[in-house]
């Protein structure tokens, strides 16, 4: 028997799990509800178990019957803030939070890895490490659970490290894809708040108006990425909040706004928030204006080793067929927290088509409308567990 028709087997079972989660999203770091099911889903498998700390996190450690290397496989557990309008049957039981990215999908097809690998432990020449992770979307799961020693679960650093997320657009369903080298943007969030004097909306001269000043700012960040960076390392700035004032005759004493600022290479990235932050300033100060301004970084850009990319898509065309696999033109300007893994290990990221219709026009991730197709689940989990058994065997030599 085959990982791929023995994870058909799992299908089921993979797909209840999957919409049990889907009913109970939960976001951030903390997921209790979500790490009871899991546990619950890999109880009985010989698995050395560790709970986060600081977080809801699953550290699962599966021991070959042999001697060897170290493969980690990682999913994401967390939910989104978003009120589900997706139609499912199984839809989200809370308001306010859905699994509109996937995750749960994720979560499922790395339970099924797990029972795979678990059935083949006494033949796997080395360990697997499952990295059930909460907190990818904006809290740094990935980040916290390497602090609290995920990549050296097994007792040593992990050889390669491999992730998947499914996509609820633009790729047909079953489809993998990837590229070597940069797959996702580098990621940071800028915070403004512009101070002046508020008063009278029919006179602004006898007051110092924030609004005009903030304005300015959000426009002249979009001409500072054409003016400063090269177009062949791009830049992306999208200004997502703008708040100021309450009513049309009155002038505020702030306008606050927030930014996420995306970028592809470690020397943008390293400079684009300091250009931003100074930008805001000097607008600020041609107006009179005070200002606080702060740049965070997030996430750097996520990577993918080019010898396990070679890899992975080798192995999803050995398995599934070669137009199962599809190369990436350009990476995207999403960004992963699975790049801190990557920057650690070598290893690759890549993405399977869920789309249930024409993913030319379906919702896409994020939307409340998502959809996600649970029939893909059977080849996510069989994928990942073939690049387990693979890579351990070629580092078994």
Known sequence: MTLRSDAAALLDDLVALRRDLHKIPEIGLHLPRTQE????????????LT??????SITA??????????VLLRGDMDALPVTEASGEEFTSTLDGAMHACGHDLHTAGLVGAARLLAARRQDLPGDVVFMFQPG????DGAGHMIDEGVLTASGKQADAAYGLHVSAASYAKGQFTARPGTLMAASGALEVRVKGDGGHGSSPHDARDPIPAACEMVTALQTMVTRTFDVFDPVVITVGSFHAGTRRNIIPDDAVFEATLRSFSPEVAARVGERAVQVCRGIAQAHGLDIDVTYEPEYPATVNDAAAYDFVADTVRDVFGEERFTEMADPITGSEDFSRVLDRVPGAYLFLGACPTDPATAPDNHSPRARFDDSVLGDGAALLAELAVRRLGSLAG
Request: hydrophobic share 40%; no cysteine.
């Open 51 to 56: 709970l986060g700390k600081n977080l809801s």
């Open 37 to 48: 099911r899991v546990l619950a889903a890999l109880d009985g498998l010989p698995l050395e």
């Open 61 to 70: 450690v599966l021991r070959g019957g042999k001697p060897g290397g170290t």
């Open 136 to 139: 990818e979307e904006g809290w």
